[in-house]
């Protein structure tokens, strides 16, 4: 299985918080599935980081790569489909993942509820 996570997933297995699902931590262990994170939530933790609502120290890409993730990037295509796609949604990062999932065949794992109501991407709860 190629998993993408949501922004907080990530952040939650960076800092091994019991927060995360068993069954999604199992999935992201299994060394058969790839994981990726993407260049969205890069970006969104800087943002966060930056205005104060979120400390995480270091570098989000070098926490990708100590973790034995891979990259996930944003291309043009993916951010006409995010600003096209038909969903009442507003958060661009959101919007992003829906869409890398999809396109990508990636099952997103995440915990928002709101994503989680998005029908036509796999998904797993975290």
Do not use: Y
């Not at 299985?1 to 297995?13: K, R, S």
């Not at 068993?22 to 994170?37: E, G, H, K, L, T």
């Amino acid at each position: 299985m190629d998993l993408l996570l949501d922004t907080h997933v990530f952040l939650w297995w960076d800092a091994a918080s019991p927060e995360l699902s068993a069954a999604c931590r199992a999935a992201i262990s299994d060394p058969s599935n790839r994981v990726f994170v993407s260049a969205a939530s890069v970006w969104e933790i800087g943002i966060k980081r930056r205005t104060g609502k979120l400390a995480f120290s270091g570098s989000a890409v070098e926490a990708i790569r100590q973790n034995g993730f891979l990259e996930a990037p944003i291309l043009g295509r993916d951010a006409e489909a995010a600003a096209a796609l038909d969903w009442k949604h507003a958060d661009p990062f959101d919007r992003l993942l829906v869409v890398q999932a999809r396109v990508g065949s990636l099952t997103l794992a995440t915990a928002d509820r709101s994503i989680r109501g998005f029908g036509g991407v796999a998904q797993i709860e975290a």
